[in-house]
């Protein structure tokens, strides 16, 4: 990890989500062997306020670490194939959450590229979730993993970018309920971003 990057603390995470989220842009996810990539695209996930939560109707054996300790990984299988990550947020017990949905790679690119054959162009390489997971090389082994002491060599840090002043907000993808909450920010006119939302700033 360069000198100049400063991994995020606990009390960073240590907040509600829709506070962390947007917070999140612009941060650097880095792994050990030199993937690097700029978080663009995040997602607030709320625990029992938020019926879209997988952490909703309390604890599971599949969200036990979202009611963990701020600052880990929470990883989750969806639709059969792809992988989700999440920084886990707020107070034990709450069952709070970040997806990182999109991020623009810096470093590491071969390795990235070898982890996402299909993806014709680089932009392509962690557009989205499960494009995320997979670049990174994240899978349900990771889920638990400590992003503040980086004990499987995965964290986010900081470069001093800060986050963007006015991210765009609007709904989250991909889900049925709570459809209504403005819980998804990005980076304004990012090309790395999943899916292009031309709502308010804020």
């Not at 625990?47 to 979202?66: F, I, K, L, N």
């Not at 970040?98 to 991020?103: E, F, G, K, P, S």
Request: proline content about 8%; overall charge positive; aromatic content about 8%.
């Amino acid at each position: 990890m360069a000198d100049a990057w400063q991994r995020l603390p606990r009390d960073f995470y240590r907040r509600h989500p829709t506070v962390v989220a947007p917070e999140l842009l612009n941060k650097l996810l880095v792994r050990d062997d030199g993937r690097v990539a700029r978080i663009v695209e995040v997602e607030a996930y709320a625990g029992s306020e938020d019926p879209a939560a997988h952490s909703y109707r309390g604890r599971t054996p599949r969200t036990a670490t979202m009611f963990g300790e701020a600052g880990h990984l929470y990883v989750y299988f969806t639709y059969g194939m792809h992988w989700g990550s999440n920084a886990v947020c707020g107070e034990v017990g709450e069952g709070f959450g970040v997806l990182l949905r999109a991020a623009e790679p810096l470093q590491g690119m071969e390795a990235m590229r070898l982890a996402r054959p299909r993806a014709r162009r680089d932009r392509d390489l962690a557009s989205g979730p499960g494009k995320l997971s997979q670049a990174f090389g994240i899978t349900g082994t990771m889920d638990g993993a400590d992003l503040v002491s980086a004990d499987r060599g995965l964290c986010i840090a900081c470069d001093g970018t800060p986050p963007p002043r006015r991210p765009v907000a609007g709904p989250r993808i991909g889900i049925s309920r709570a459809v209504e909450f403005p819980w998804r920010w990005h980076v304004p006119d990012h090309p790395h971003v999943s899916v292009r939302h031309r709502g308010p700033a804020g």
